[in-house]
């Protein structure tokens, strides 16, 4: 199937964001504009030598060229292009973003668009395999990736860093309003996907490394941003579980008591957890009333599950209560994530 045979208005956008783009950029746009579909590229703050392939891409029918006069990230050079798709082909299903790197073939980014136009409501990725000549730094990078991302979400990707994406036309407002503006917005966006329970369905395509495949990728500072996208979901835990630990140890030291501990515990550190994880991370627009009494509930059950397990280790191993309330604490942490991503502050799909 090609772009003139879909229905009308029914097309995907091709978007490439580009910084410092190889004249292979050129022949790409040149290969794929021949399918009809409409094509953006953001030329993201590139250098003056850069003019004659941004020039040969302008040339190409039906496509447009957006300029950032300054570098601003792959996800603000995304964002623009979103933007502009929004405001002057809104009739399209939504949009394809592919890399200027070398690293997507246009049958592959054909592949993706055309499953993106036979009405998918889902976030199309199209996931390489990381199978022959592979370098280590992708392949450790996605592996840890893909790992922490199936630990902390429950999602299970194969390729979590391809920027070979199809991406449903109502999605791109919510997306517009991600804050990341540089590589850690791909992973943002699969994040926010996850939450607002968009499905995500994956297409293989080829893996394309050598040196014809060039990446402006900093493997510290941007995988430092795409980490910290996780981090944030275990700091406000960390704060909460130290407010739980001050407050248990004062009025345990106080009572000697662990059920009442337990409980003075849980109520103050439960509210400051239920109005950070509401706001910060989970960003839930659903009724308070409604979630608060799964929160509470939800508390209620870890509370006797964590006072079981240390009144054991207490009695039992004959573990300081102090040290016994860590180890309970520390291997309930995942359920108690994964149960509020799935029930507390659970978003429908519209």
């Given amino acids: 199937m090609t772009a003139s045979t879909t229905a009308a208005g029914a097309l995907a956008v091709i978007v490439i964001p580009a910084y410092e783009p190889s004249p292979l950029l050129a022949d790409l746009v040149e290969e794929l504009s021949r399918d009809g579909r409409p094509i953006v590229v953001v030329d993201d703050g590139s250098s003056p030598e850069c003019a004659a392939t941004f020039a040969r891409v302008a040339a190409c029918p039906q496509v447009v060229v957006l300029v950032h006069a300054v570098n601003l990230g792959k996800g603000q050079a995304l964002k623009t292009a979103f933007n502009h798709v929004l405001l002057k082909i809104s009739a399209a299903v939504g949009v394809v973003t592919a890399d200027a790197d070398g690293q997507h073939l246009a049958a592959d980014i054909r592949r993706v668009a055309e499953v993106l136009e036979r009405g998918r409501a889902a976030l199309i990725l199209g996931s ?7 370098p280590f730094r992708s392949r450790i990078g996605n592996a840890l990736t893909r790992g922490v ?55 293989t395509i ?57 409980v003075a515990a849980r109520v103050v550190a439960g509210t400051f957890n239920f109005t950070a994880n509401r706001v910060l991370v989970f960003r839930s627009h659903g009724g308070v009333p409604a979630e608060a009494g799964k929160y509470v509930l939800l508390v209620a059950a870890l509370m006797t599950v964590s006072y079981v397990l240390v009144t054991a ?34 978003v429908s799909d519209s």
Avoid at 128 to 134: D, K, L, M, T
Avoid at 224 to 235: K, P, S, W
Avoid at 313 to 319: E, T
């Fill in 313 to 346: 280790m207490v009695a039992v191993l004959g573990m300081n209560v102090f040290a016994a309330k860590i180890v309970a604490e520390g291997g309930l942490f995942l359920a108690s994530f994964a149960l509020q991503n799935l029930v507390v502050f659970r």
């Fill in 128 to 134: 390489r395999r990381f199978e022959g000549r592979v």
């Fill in 149 to 203: 991302f199936r630990v902390l979400l429950g999602k299970s990707l194969i390729d979590t860093q391809t920027g070979l994406r199809g991406i449903p036309q109502r999605f791109l407002r919510e997306l517009l309003q991600l804050e990341a503006g540089r590589y850690e917005f791909e992973l943002e966006m699969l994040v926010h996907a996850t939450e607002r329970r968009v499905p995500i369905e994956e297409v």
């Fill in 206 to 262: 080829t893996t394309v490394y050598g040196s014809f495949a060039k990446s402006h990728f900093n493997p510290l500072r941007d995988s430092l941003r795409i980490y910290f996208v996780f981090l944030r979901f275990t700091g406000l835990s960390l704060v909460t579980a130290a407010i739980d630990y001050t407050v248990f140890t004062l009025v345990y030291l106080a009572s000697h008591a662990i059920l009442t501990s337990f």
